[in-house]
């Protein structure tokens, strides 16, 4: 029992890994501190430039019961759970998850460059 209480009483340390890897059946989401910075096709291996989930924050998920209900969970998303991106007028909802993983050394340095951001549309003014 002695080794349950130290163990607890060491507090935790900070997460210092900056990359995950949410895989859906069909596709994997890039984070690198917070921030999707790719998005990738399983089947092809395709990076995906104009992915509307691209330097986008999760907002937090969603679980999908059988019976109809949708549970939202605000905290870090799991397994079986779908990606909610929130921006602008635009929210982006994804498949339930497959995995949560860390992305090798080799992928992450296979990144694509992102293209520049579209400037946002001015309202014209008489």
């Given at each position: 029992?002695?080794?349950?209480?130290?163990?607890?009483?060491?507090?935790?340390?900070?997460?210092?890994?900056?990359?995950?890897?949410?895989?859906?059946?069909?596709?994997?989401?890039?984070?690198?501190?917070?921030?999707?910075?790719?998005?990738?096709?399983?089947?092809?291996?395709?990076?995906?430039?104009?992915?509307?989930?691209?330097?986008?924050?999760?907002?937090?998920?969603?679980?999908?019961?059988?019976?109809?209900?949708?549970?939202?969970?605000?905290?870090?998303?799991?397994?079986?759970?779908?990606?909610?991106?929130?921006?602008?007028?635009?929210?982006?909802?994804?498949?339930?998850?497959?995995?949560?993983?860390?992305?090798?050394?080799?992928l992450v340095?296979a990144y694509p460059e992102?293209?520049?951001?579209?400037?946002?549309?001015?309202?014209?003014?008489?």
């Open positions: 029992m002695q080794a349950a209480e130290s163990k607890s009483s060491v507090p935790q340390q900070p997460e210092r890994r900056r990359h995950r890897v949410y895989v859906t059946r069909n596709t994997e989401y890039h984070f690198r501190d917070g921030f999707c910075v790719a998005v990738r096709d399983r089947k092809t291996g395709d990076f995906l430039l104009g992915h509307l989930a691209l330097r986008r924050r999760i907002q937090g998920s969603l679980r999908f019961h059988k019976n109809g209900a949708i549970v939202p969970n605000a905290g870090e998303p799991e397994a079986g759970e779908a990606l909610f991106f929130a921006q602008g007028e635009r929210d982006l909802v994804t498949s339930p998850l497959q995995a949560i993983e860390r992305p090798t050394k080799e340095e992102l293209p520049a951001p579209k400037p946002k549309k001015r309202a014209r003014t008489a």
